[in-house]
């Protein structure tokens, strides 16, 4: 389709990031590399490159597959993009959310400050 489109505008096409504001907000902060390198939003994409994204704890591999300008429907996106990523690090998002470090008794109430305080020390707030 286009010979060139902004790294930016790539990842909120194919659905990485919600809005493409937000995917330049990641460029400028150095979570999206090309080559072991940080791209700005304005970096040009090229079919073939691998683009790593760094959604902590994870970071996301993609291959580009094919070019495009313009958001497309979820069940398109694998027609222009490849996901990489290994298992062992899809893997660190069940390990973050599988247990939760303390529980509270159903319909025990807001928790008072000292269980607040006491919340806070595992988890550290």
Known sequence: MD??????????????????SLATEECKKGRITIGGVAVK?????????TILVRKNPVTYTYRVIELLGKR????????????LTSPEE???LDDTHGGALFTRDRGAGRPTKK????????TDW
Request: charged share 35%; net charge positive; hydrophobic share 40%.
């Open 72 to 83: 497309v429907g979820a069940k398109l996106v694998p027609g222009y993009i490849e996901d």
């Open 90 to 92: 899809l893997q660190k």
């Open 3 to 20: 010979e060139s489109i902004r790294i930016d505008k790539y990842l909120w096409s194919v659905r990485i990031y919600a809005t493409r």
């Open 115 to 122: 269980d607040r305080r006491d919340i806070g020390k595992v």
């Open 41 to 49: 939003a304005s970096r040009v994409v090229k079919v073939g490159e």
